[in-house]
């Protein structure tokens, strides 16, 4: 009897096996798409969290709050626009450094260094992910900022003065601080994620262009560059996701002044710095739910951008590339 | 990868040592002499010499492993993009030494193209952009004349009435056969003067492989083909020489019709009768 039922030879045995089989399946389907939804629950309950946190201020300002850039806690006025200027300029300050830094290190890392020096530098790269926030914002204070006021800054006055970017007086604690820290902490992200990317795109992609007579240059531009550029770009969103609601290592090098200036020395404030900052102090109702709405502010900011740059991606990119190996 | 050729000079020797007698040619395309190629500790060729006859399909065949894809390589130096790829001995392109000191790889596969095993269109690229690739690269700029050399290279790669209405659409939205034929007309536009064939048919199906053999005869008129395949029957259709390898040696060179009818070898002959490989 026993051996029957475990012989799968046996014709008896067999529905009650697959049966079993089946609810496996089944079983399985319904446990991955819940843990699937888990993740969009979370998201629509944070937003909903976040309105309700921020009800009173919604009610208050209403539209104003986006277009105001008037913060005053003493008489209760606030509006999020110097904080949403300074989320998408240091961001943007951001991604124009780690982007071609990022790419350029990719393509060395895939392409051209030699094999016994890619798996050491790649773990470095990976090393800098790893450094807490709070102590490259440390190391950011105490010797990035000092050597920014004292060398790059003038130098920077000197050669480009006279782009309203690069007037005004050098206080160190800057917008260009802040995203300089930014370009930093995304440059692991972008290298690790872009060099996944390259290594992704087939050797025949790169023979067909070698067989062609193309030199090294030639053969990451036309058969590994431009095989990559979709999940490259995606890297990059990837990468400014992490820029715009990066806090602790910003909010300790931008100066938490805010104010709208055009200069990029002048001190700034974030989205998410001023949640971190004002938090403790946020004393009055209207006050807290302000920050609150600050944190809806910047949810939507995150999820805007990620729209636009899927659709740019969509527009621009040409035709999705499926591997081909 | 470097490109430095990993090469030890060549020990000079009589041409009476290219002993598998090599039908004798006029005029060879490419000459090699005791070509040995190893990767790292792995020896892959073995002390190989024939000519590759100009205007003429020279075949290349032999079990899996037996180096038949390495030798091809070997000719436009696409095997040192192996790291540790090491080549001896000699091949002479028309009389001109491919591994010289002074030779650039980047110049000898502009001679020698070379079409693989499966087809590789750069995908973002059009149909015309992918045939004018290497065109480009080498400077050409004038739109008219790139217009003409594509519609001249999809002529000969037997593809200009299947896309001439549609020479902007992406690469891959061909067919399979039709992407290799373009890969050839690829290869065919910076008119090489050898092109190498690393099993062009094997990924594709039977009516794509005909418009692939057909195309092969009519190109020898212009070019020397070198085709690695493992279709005896493929072999004896298109090829006019046929060189049988055998775990890194060359085992027999002659007449293809020669190899199948009549092989001096016993391994040729259980070779192209099916007994092994």
């Known amino acids: 009897?026993?051996?029957?039922?475990?012989?799968?030879?046996?014709?008896?045995?067999i529905p009650r096996a697959l049966a079993g089989r089946r609810f496996g399946d089944r079983a399985f389907k319904w446990f991955t798409l819940l843990m699937a939804l888990t993740v969009f629950v979370l998201i629509v309950l944070i937003g909903c969290e976040l309105a309700d946190g921020s009800h009173l201020a919604l009610r208050q300002f209403g539209w104003r709050f986006l277009?105001?850039?008037?913060?005053?806690?003493?008489?209760?006025?606030?509006?999020?626009?110097?904080?949403?200027?300074?989320?998408?300029?240091?961001?943007?300050?951001?991604?124009?450094?780690?982007?071609?830094?990022?790419?350029?290190?990719?393509?060395?890392?895939?392409?051209?260094?030699?094999?016994?020096?890619?798996q050491p530098l790649t773990i470095f790269i990976e090393l800098l992910a790893a450094v807490p926030s709070v102590i490259l914002g440390l190391w950011g204070i105490f010797v990035m900022v000092p050597w920014l006021r004292v060398h790059l800054f003038p130098w920077l006055k000197g050669a480009f003065g006279f782009l309203p970017l690069f007037q005004g007086p050098i206080y160190g604690l800057s917008m260009l601080a802040g995203g300089i820290i930014i370009a930093i902490m995304v440059l692991p992200i972008i290298t690790s994620m872009s060099r996944e990317i390259l290594r992704s795109v087939p050797g025949l992609q790169r023979e067909a262009a070698y067989a062609l007579g193309a030199t090294r240059w030639e053969v990451t531009r036309i058969a590994v560059l431009s095989y990559a550029k979709k999940g490259l770009f995606g890297a990059v969103i990837l990468g400014l996701g992490r820029a715009l609601g990066e806090t602790m290592a910003v909010t300790m090098v931008i100066g938490n002044n805010t104010q709208i200036a055009a200069s990029l020395f002048a001190p700034g404030n974030t989205l998410a710095s001023a949640i971190a900052n004002q938090f403790a102090e946020a004393t009055g109702d209207v006050y807290l739910s302000a920050l609150f709405e600050l944190g809806l502010v910047l949810l939507g900011v995150t999820v805007l951008v990620n729209a636009f740059a899927q659709l740019i991606l969509k527009t621009f990119a040409g035709p999705s590339v499926t591997p081909q190996n | 990868m470097p490109f430095t050729s990993n090469r030890t000079p060549a020990v000079p020797t009589p041409a009476s040592a290219a002993t598998p007698a090599a039908p004798a040619t006029a005029s060879p395309a490419l000459t090699i002499r005791n070509l040995t190629v190893s990767f790292g500790t792995n020896k892959v060729l073995k002390g190989v010499s024939l000519d590759i006859a100009a205007r003429a399909v020279t075949a290349i065949i032999g079990p899996s492993g037996c180096g038949k894809s390495t030798f091809l390589r070997a000719?436009?130096?696409?095997?040192?993009?192996v790291p540790e790829a090491r080549m001896e001995g000699d091949i002479r392109l028309f009389g001109e030494d491919i591994y010289g000191a002074a030779v650039e790889p980047v110049v000898v596969?502009?001679?020698?193209?070379?079409?693989?095993?499966?087809?590789?269109?750069?995908?973002?690229?059009?149909?015309?952009?992918?045939?004018?690739?290497?065109?480009?690269?080498?400077?050409?700029?004038n739109r008219t004349?790139?217009?003409?050399?594509?519609?001249?290279?999809?002529r000969m790669a037997a593809l200009w009435d299947e896309v001439k209405d549609r020479l902007n659409a992406p690469a891959i939205s061909l067919s399979g056969g039709q992407q290799q034929r373009l890969c050839i007309a690829r290869a065919l536009a910076v008119k090489p003067e050898v092109l190498l064939m690393d099993e062009p048919a094997s990924a594709l199906d039977p009516l794509a492989t005909?418009?692939?053999?057909?195309?092969?005869?009519?190109?020898?008129?212009?070019?020397?083909i070198v085709i690695v395949t493992h279709n005896m029957q493929q072999a004896a259709r298109i090829s006019d020489l046929t060189a049988f390898f055998y775990l890194?040696?060359?085992?027999?060179?002659?007449t293809t019709t020669k190899i199948f009818t009549n092989p001096a070898k016993k391994q040729t002959e259980d070779y192209v009768t099916g007994r092994f490989g």
Request: glycine letters at 6%.
């Open chain 2, 145 to 154: 004349l790139l217009a003409e050399r594509t519609e001249q290279s999809l």
């Open chain 1, 1 to 13: 009897m026993a051996m029957a039922e475990s012989d799968p030879n046996v014709a008896g045995t």
């Open chain 2, 75 to 81: 000719l436009n130096r696409l095997h040192e993009l």
């Open chain 2, 109 to 141: 596969r502009r001679r020698v193209g070379m079409v693989f095993q499966k087809s590789n269109p750069f995908p973002t690229m059009s149909i015309a952009d992918n045939v004018t690739v290497g065109l480009r690269l080498n400077g050409l700029r």
């Open chain 1, 67 to 118: 277009v105001s850039s008037e913060w005053d806690p003493v008489s209760e006025q606030f509006g999020a626009l110097p904080f949403v200027f300074g989320t998408l300029v240091s961001s943007a300050i951001g991604l124009i450094i780690a982007v071609p830094l990022s790419i350029a290190t990719a393509v060395y890392l895939t392409e051209l260094a030699p094999q016994w020096l890619r």
């Open chain 2, 210 to 224: 005909a418009k692939i053999e057909d195309l092969i005869l009519e190109l020898k008129r212009d070019f020397t």
């Open chain 2, 248 to 254: 890194g040696e060359l085992i027999e060179y002659n």
